[in-house]
């Protein structure tokens, strides 16, 4: 069996809607949740807010940067890659995920290991960031061919 282009954005739209659905569940149950790890000690009953405050905020841009995955596997499914729309969604994804490292470099502050993950999210921005400068420089080339006779 042969993988071919259409297979591979379905399944990353199937990815998306999974991961889409797990990040609503731990919004709706980040209550139950937390209250079952701070007496583990993983989180200060004094940080307790905070940490629901910092998940519920990464999870909420989360969310909109599925959303933008989504547009962008729409078009790419569609045969509408290197178009404006995509590298606008794309530029977005990344300061989103700039915002994400933002959010838990100052929640770093009361819970360390935020700070790792802050490197994360900053290292994915910066993934998605030189993937926008190659779809610019592909729309740019595409745009060329096209007025090639």
């Given at each position: 069996?042969?993988?071919t282009?259409?297979q ?8 998306i ?6 990040m609503?569940?731990?919004m709706?149950?980040m ?14 009953p ?27 596997i729409?078009?790419i ?28 470099l ?28 190659v779809?610019?420089?592909a ?8 007025f090639t006779?």
């Amino acid at each position: 069996m042969n993988w071919t282009g259409k297979q591979s954005t379905r399944l990353s739209a199937w990815c998306i809607y999974i991961l889409a659905a797990m990040m609503i569940a731990a919004m709706i149950f980040m209550s139950s949740f937390i209250e079952v790890i701070v007496p583990l000690h993983a989180v200060a009953p004094t940080n307790k807010h905070l940490f629901i405050f910092t998940l519920e905020s990464c999870l909420g841009v989360g969310l909109v940067i599925l959303f933008l995955l989504h547009q962008l596997i729409q078009k790419i499914d569609n045969e509408e890659t290197f178009t404006e729309r995509n590298i606008k969604n794309l530029r977005l994804i990344s300061w989103l995920c700039f915002l994400e490292a933002v959010i838990l470099l100052a929640s770093g502050s009361y819970y360390y290991p935020w700070l790792f993950v802050a490197g994360l999210a900053a290292f994915v921005g910066v993934i998605v960031r030189i993937i926008k400068n190659v779809f610019c420089q592909a729309l740019l080339i595409k745009e060329e061919n096209d007025f090639t006779i």
